[in-house]
């Protein structure tokens, strides 16, 4: 029984971490989708994300709703600001130029962090209404935190689905992203997309932050998870959504699996193992679907 | 603008398009020989270092700017190349010996990553080569009876017979003349055949296949090739900086890398030596202007690395076509000197037609 529950709680937490990944990793396959840039910042956007609720929470007092909504709303602001400042003037250009673009948007974000009073290098907490609490299941013992993560995700996901599925604007997303010479000439304001893509995609990074700071904590080196997003993302198959979520989940368990079980290193390269894996059998990601190459 | 009437196919591919460009490369050469003379000894070795990065990216510039395949993984075959070179020149075998052997290794193992990962394009291939130096940096720090790990490893500076490179001019001309020696090789591989498939292959695959270009030879030589010269970049940074973990060759190193490669220009062999040159030379150009800024942000240690990424993205903003395409315009500016028009290089912005699902 004690083998079962150990496993067990591995695997949740394993799936809670999994979900943070999953949603930086939705970030990437949103922003890919629409313009097909990869936004290496996306990383940076979480730790932002993290020191603004560090700031509401921890300095201004707020409640921890409250604070998430705002957190919320100031990252998709800084995400709308990001993509009217820099970005549009990018339409257009080659693609790895606005790749550069977004890397050297990580350098500054990671070290202005450092530079604004208040948050500076260390490392940084806040008290959550799920801190120290925790939920029996027979002998099996969860923690809230583990738990609020995991259920604010799947409420994100259902938000984000009927948003795409059912609004108007989730469906000239869509066809944005399917086809953008058709959308305009349907009509659809392809800057506005962007706009909005680039909006969601921060908040996304925003509520990631949240959401993993009682876990990490709050520093300036958060960002970096952002790369053990990409193989969640890719192996997905970077173009689908529900498939960012799973490829987040599958890393988020292996390396929780692989930290318990296997000897010390393990951890941080087995992700990167099963990506390499997937990638020589199926090079579409489990997700993706083959394209044909066109002439 | 001079027009040559070609009169034979080989004028296409000869090594120097006009005898007068054969004259600056030549002036070029002396002065970079002459000007360790006249300057310090810290700015001889961040000269030293552009010539490192300049063959490191060289080698990816192969990959990345001619073949078209991107890597995010250079920094494991830049450390392979360290590690084979310090551990080899340890047991006592010559450095002579020794750095091509860490080029050798370095592209052997790009021959053993390169073929199962080939029918990756873009993004994935990024990822997995991404994978791929992630395993190498963890390797490196476990296999401890060989790498010493986390420790370190301490290095000899390179000596060839009787000469011993331990000043930092002495280094600059190795360097330099190993860059020379690399950019000769390039330019000499991508007139060949093989580098003639290579730009074929970045230009359209399937064009490429159909004119008979074998795709998964001519990607694999590619790959070796690049992980090659980025290996023997690796066995000099290892010799210049005398200590070597595995801390310097993290993911950091290879984003690094592609910056440089794209920032410089891609596809240009130029492209790659200014990359590295506007990767050395702005965080000393930042340092020098720290003394004007506010006395509040003279204090923040966050301050080199912030501006860097702010003029990252000033570049891009205003040169999407890296340090290379501005040279471009430049030179077209005064070779046309009164009819230059703003918009000669102006490229049509235009929506993607990709069809995706």
Known sequence: MDVVNEILQTILSGISIGCVYGLVALGFVLIFKATEVINFAQGELLMLGAFISYSLIAMLNFPYWAALLATIFVMGFLGMLLERTVLRSLVGEPVYAIVIVTIGMSFFFRSAVSMIPGWGTDTYGFRTPFTEKIVRAGELVISWEYLAIILITTALILVLFSFFRYTRIGTAMRATSQNQLAAVYMGISVTRVFSLTWTIAAALGGIGGILLSPITFVHMNMGFIGLKAFPAAVLGGFGSLPGAIVGGVIIGVTESLAGFYLPEGWKDIAAWIILIGVLIIRPQGLFGIQEKKKV | ?357
């Open chain 2, 1 to 357: 603008m001079r027009f040559i009437m070609k009169t034979n196919y080989y004028q296409d591919i000869r090594l120097f398009k006009y005898r007068s460009t054969f004259f600056w490369y030549l002036a070029l050469v002396s002065g970079s020989l002459i000007l360790p003379l006249l300057l310090d000894e810290y700015l001889i070795s961040q000269l030293t270092f552009i010539c490192m990065y300049a063959v490191a990216a060289m080698g990816l510039m192969l990959l990345t700017g001619y073949t078209g395949q991107v890597s995010m993984g250079h920094a494991a075959f830049f450390a392979i190349g360290s590690y084979t070179s310090a551990i080899l020149t340890s047991k006592g075998v010559p450095f002579i010996l020794a750095l091509p052997a860490a080029g050798i290794l370095a592209g052997v193992v790009g021959i053993l990553i390169g073929r199962p990962i080939l029918h990756l394009t873009g993004l994935y291939l990024a990822i997995a080569t991404m994978g791929f130096a992630f395993i190498v940096d963890e390797i490196l720090i476990r296999w401890e009876s060989l790498t010493r790990g986390n420790m370190g490893f301490y290095v000899k500076p390179p000596s060839i017979g009787s000469l011993i490179f331990d000043t930092e001019i002495r280094f600059y001309y190795l360097s330099l003349v190993i860059l020379i020696l690399t950019l000769f090789a390039a330019r000499n591989i991508l007139r060949s055949p093989t580098g003639r498939a290579m730009i074929a292959i970045r230009d359209s695959e399937v064009a490429a296949q159909a004119m008979g270009i074998n795709l998964a030879k001519f990607k694999t030589i590619a790959f070796a090739l690049s992980a090659f010269f980025t290996g023997v970049a690796g066995s000099l940074y290892a010799h210049k900086l005398f200590f070597i973990n595995p801390e310097s060759y993290t993911i950091i190193l290879s984003i690094e890398l592609l910056a440089m490669v794209i920032i410089g220009g891609l596809g240009s062999l130029h492209g790659a030596v200014f990359g590295a040159a506007f990767f050395i030379f702005l965080p000393q150009v930042i340092i020098m202007t720290r003394d004007y800024m506010p006395v509040y942000l003279q204090n923040q240690t966050g301050l080199e690395p912030a501006l860097f990424g702010l003029l990252i993205i000033l570049v891009m903003l205003f040169e999407p076509m890296g340090i290379y395409g501005r040279w471009l315009k430049t030179k077209y500016y005064f070779e046309m000197f009164p009819l230059y028009k703003k918009d000669s290089f102006k490229r049509e912005k235009k929506y993607q037609k990709a069809e995706r699902r």
